[in-house]
């Protein structure tokens, strides 16, 4: 090949990378402030098992700017004690509590975590390591339970 076209075409390649490049945006869910969370809550994953016909689920929205976890669970069949967030390590272990969660009724309890996340349990929620966990006063140590894990992202 002659100098003239391997320089056009070098010339060329240099425009189509600058312009991939340049057409590249940071924009996607990474750039939401709100990150959505879910739990299907039953008893097969309490530690110690409990055997219980009670479920729930739970949606969480976690505030990178704020640092604000945000909960509504609801549930069925079970009248609870307290409902709390736990972190637990493996996830399928039982964990220290972090959040007792304020105002459970008969069927659901909704509000805010009491304090804003730190750092390190920002890193731990988006690992999937925090569970919320209903106890009862036949189960104190939990009769149902469901890991807290990141919502399907679609792109």
Known sequence: ???????????MTGIAMFGMMSSCKEEGPHED???????????????????????????FEYNKTTKELSYNISYKDI???TVT???????????AILFTLAGPTATQVVGKANQPLTAEQQAWLIQGLFYVNITTAQNIYGEIRGQILPDKISY
Do not use: D
Not at 85 to 95: T, V
């Open 85 to 95: 967030i736990n972190f637990a390590n493996p996830g399928y272990e039982r964990g």
């Open 33 to 59: 402030n709100i990150v959505k969370f879910s739990a299907t809550i039953n008893s097969a994953p309490t530690v110690p098992k409990s055997v219980s016909a009670a479920q729930g689920s739970g949606a």
């Open 1 to 11: 090949m002659k100098k003239p076209m391997k320089r056009f075409l070098l010339f």
């Open 79 to 81: 009248t609870p004690a």
